[in-house]
């Protein structure tokens, strides 16, 4: 059984200084290559030709489940991100964020809190219910809104591989830097989904 191996959306040294071209490569080829070579060994001698993630992620558990995971969370988080200051929120989102959540500035404060606070390793989404009502939800270790229904919009990665590199054990930092490479027009595109 195979799946389609991750492609960075970018070069190495597109999130300059934000993130390290080193941390960038160190994060995709040891961790989310990674990842994905460990599912490609686990899924050795399985009968289908082809799977895809999303597939794997709501049918498997255990050791597939997380890897099949932690691929998907990572092709996710390089695409929510981009160059320093190229891209910008996009009104009709800014508007249902700042109506969810109060404004704006209190939905980023929140969802920075909420990524500083996680315990442990794991991940921080905006996320729609099935409702359509925008939610920031604290996923720990490999878990995957797929796996519960929800629609991802955005996501940060809080193991300390994403950030350790370039700001040591301040996760603080890295939450506040990388607010600046986010890439609002991926964001917009997961939005326009959901309405
Ligand atoms: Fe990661």
């Not at 290559?33 to 001698?45: H, P, Q, V």
């Not at 597939?55 to 997380?66: E, F, H, M, R, V």
């Not at 995971?69 to 390089?78: D, E, G, P, V």
């Not at 991940?123 to 409702?131: F, M, Q, S």
Request: glycine letters at 6%.
């Amino acid at each position: 059984m195979t799946f389609d191996l991750p492609v960075l959306p970018f070069t190495y040294d597109a999130l300059e200084p934000v993130i390290s071209q080193e941390a960038v490569k160190t994060h995709f080829e040891k961790h989310h290559l990674g990842y994905a070579a460990k599912l490609n060994k686990l899924m050795e001698g399985s009968a289908t030709a082809k799977v895809s993630l999303e597939n794997l992620i709501k049918t498997s558990s255990g050791s597939i489940l997380n890897n099949a995971a932690q691929i998907w969370n990572h092709n996710f988080y390089w695409d929510c991100l981009t160059k320093l200051g190229k891209t910008s929120i996009s009104m009709n989102l800014h508007a249902a964020l700042s109506e969810e959540f109060g404004s704006f500035e209190t939905f980023r404060e929140r969802f920075t809190s909420a990524a500083s606070e996680l315990f442990g390793s794991g991940w921080v989404w905006l996320v729609a219910d099935d409702t359509g009502k925008l939610q920031i939800e604290s996923m720990p270790n490999a878990n995957c809104p797929l796996e519960y229904g929800k629609r991802p919009l955005l996501v940060v990665d809080v193991w300390e591989h994403a950030y350790y590199l370039d700001y040591q054990s301040e996760r603080l930092s890295y939450l506040k830097s990388w607010w600046t490479i986010v890439n609002w027009d991926f964001v917009g595109k997961q939005f326009s989904k959901i309405n």
